[in-house]
């Protein structure tokens, strides 16, 4: 595939539980993103790497928000003990370089729904 | 730090009519700008973008003129279609650094 794509498209856990949601990006593309996207909030960034380096993280509460990257083109965002404030569309994003004019190409999202 | 601030939504506009979605930025350096759209059920797509200062991007009858001087990124159509109802992100990002978003603005277009 030539896009980014992102797996499950929907995923419904319980509180407290961990979720993993996983990116597989565009081959050759350096820079990933996740993003939360909540209706009313737009959209939050919460990782941000260059190559395997986790460039910067943020969140709320960062500590639960992680993404690891075992390969290139394939990033999992892990978010422990879900809350209820956690259900959102968690986006994912790539580019090909970290230079500011270089188009990001997003993922459909998953819509990640703590119940 | 960079933040992009949007027109909230939502828009309701009749076909044909005007659309402008006001867009502005605070940003360290000289961000590139960008519009990007989200179209029900899909994800988010670039849309059109600038680069540097009175730069004009433009797609599908959209424009946006990068403003250094009132740090703005205002989103144009003249006549706008039922097909272009959808969610508008404004961004900027600087080099080196990640892409930052606006809150979105919902478009709805009436036939």
């Known amino acids: 595939g030539a896009g980014v794509s992102q797996s499950p498209r929907y995923k419904v856990a319980k509180r407290g539980r961990d979720v993993a949601l996983r990116c597989d990006s565009i081959?050759?593309?350096?820079?990933l993103y996740w993003y939360r996207q909540t209706l009313g909030q737009g959209s939050e960034v919460l990782t941000y790497s260059q190559s395997d380096a986790q460039r910067d993280k943020s969140g709320r509460p960062s500590g639960r928000f992680s993404a690891e990257r075992p390969e290139r083109s394939v990033s999992t965002l892990k978010i422990q003990r879900t809350e209820q404030g956690d259900s959102a569309v968690y986006l994912c994003a790539s580019s090909l370089d970290g230079a500011g004019g270089t188009e990001a190409f997003f993922g459909q999202g998953t819509r990640l729904t703590v119940v | 730090g960079d933040s992009v601030t949007q027109m909230e939504g939502p828009v309701t506009l009749s076909e044909e009519a005007c659309l402008t979605i006001n867009c502005t930025y605070t940003a360290t350096g000289y961000p590139s700008l960008f519009w990007y759209v989200q179209y029900p059920g899909e994800g988010l797509q670039l849309l059109l973008k600038a680069t540097k200062a009175d730069d004009k991007g433009s797609n599908k009858g959209f424009e946006a003129t990068y403003r250094k001087e009132t740090t703005s990124f205002h989103l144009e159509k003249g006549s706008v279609q039922v097909s272009d109802s959808a969610v508008y992100f404004c961004a900027l990002r600087t080099s080196g650094s990640r892409l930052t978003f606006g809150e979105g603005t919902q478009l709805t277009v009436n036939p």
């Open positions: 081959s050759g593309h350096v820079t």
